[in-house]
């Protein structure tokens, strides 16, 4: 509602553009749910000022919405309770209501760093294209932002599909995506490691779970994609482009909802190993949707397991509780 509401303020929309109603609630809908889908085009539709409140609706959806309750709770100075911490610790795919706050403050943190890195290196490297430097900077941080809370929604009006010959902005939206779709633990638990601030740290079993189940599904959707349409979509173009066009179709699908080439001309069989990969879609506690990484893993190891008449499964020498199953 309130994102409906900020999309209906004056300036908002360009001047002698009329939108409709149901329209506008429809980009809210999808920039919350950062799903990607929208009736207009966002660059002809919305001002600077309009697609700057788009950005934050995106940040809303896909940063969740404990995580900005819990960020406004502590900015106006308000005491958070037991009952929200175990929210917030649930949400936060914490096991302890000790420090949860702090957690989502540093996942917050992470996600607007990571964000500001990619919108200055693609600021930068759009620059050497466009030439103005108030156009570089807005198209920078827009893909940013869209591929790092895998928002989906574009400037271009064709998504990605302009810079399907580009393999840096290729290769940096790609890294966005999958920042921000792996899931926050374990971009927290990664960055404790580099700051090496816990002595004999250890990765939980719930990063390792999510991170071999992300890496595994991003190189089998690139093989199958790339294998699918080698002699289909790929034909007449080069190996190198055919294997980018391949690599993101298989980031993105997961939960971006960028693309780099018309999806129509993929085969049916493509389509529905994509779809596939789209329903898995990313690790929990992250600003992806989908059954989620770990779910699907947790599912094939039961079933691997069961067939073999075991009980209990374990993954990484650890077993998992029944409860999680």
Known sequence: IVAFLLLNLPYVVKPGVKIAPVDTLFVA???????GLTPVTIEDTFTIFGQAIILIILNIGGIGVMAIGTLLWVILGKH??????????????????????????????TILMIEVIGAILLSFYFYKDIGSVKEAIHHGIFA???ATTNGGLDITGESLAP?????????????????GAIGFPVLIEVKTYMKNTI???????????????????FLLGT???????F??????VSWHKALFYAMFQSSSTRSAGLSTIDLSQF??????????LMFIGSSPSSVGGGIRTTTFTILVLYLVNFSNGRTTIKAFNREIHPIDI
């Open 223 to 229: 093989i199958v994609v790339y294998l699918f349409e």
């Open 267 to 276: 085969t049916e069989a493509t389509n529905f190993f994509l779809g596939g």
């Open 163 to 179: 810079y399907a010959n580009d393999y840096f902005v290729q290769t940096i939206i790609m890294l966005l995506i999958m920042l």
């Open 144 to 146: 940013s932002v869209s």
């Open 29 to 35: 809908v999808s920039g919350v749910s950062v799903t």
């Open 199 to 217: 002595p004999n740290f250890r990765f939980s079993l719930f990063t390792k779970i999510a991170s071999a189940t992300y890496l595994f599904l």
């Open 80 to 109: 958070i309770g037991l009952r929200e911490r175990q929210l917030i610790m649930l949400d936060s795919n914490s096991n302890a209501m000790n420090g949860v706050v702090k957690l989502i403050l540093d996942i917050v943190r």
């Open 231 to 236: 002699s289909n979509a790929f034909k007449d």
